[in-house]
């Protein structure tokens, strides 16, 4: 993981965030319950394993910067910007060791 820069690292973030939205729509809308696991159940087993280890700050920041993408400043309101970037940068080491965990990047 080394290998890919901070700004690689949030894009992936990004994109499996929003993918985890649809994800999340999929899960709702299958009605059979069997006992085996569908792709976007297990996408978001890891994905909520992720989320969970996170602070509220930053689960927060996730909710508006990820899955929402709300405005571009609209932390301003809430935390300074060296407070947001911190945590921000907190979010996708979080979300890379996970990806780690779960061996999906080296």
């Known amino acids: 993981m080394n290998d890919l820069s901070f700004q690689d690292q949030e894009r992936l973030l990004i994109a499996l965030s929003e993918r985890w939205n649809i994800a999340k729509m999929f899960i709702r ?4 319950q069997n006992d085996v ?3 976007h159940e ?3 087993v890891m994905m909520t394993f ?6 509220d700050d930053c689960k927060e920041i996730h909710q508006k910067s990820y899955l929402r993408r709300s405005g571009l400043k609209w932390y301003e309101e809430y935390y300074s910007r060296s407070n947001y970037y911190r945590k921000k940068r907190i ?3 979080t979300f ?3 990806l780690q965990i779960f061996k999906v990047l080296k």
């Open 91 to 93: 979010i996708i080491e």
């Open 96 to 98: 890379v060791h996970c």
């Open 37 to 39: 696991l569908t792709a």
């Open 29 to 32: 809308l299958n009605t059979k």
């Open 50 to 55: 992720f989320y969970n280890q996170l602070d």
């Open 42 to 44: 297990h996408f978001d």
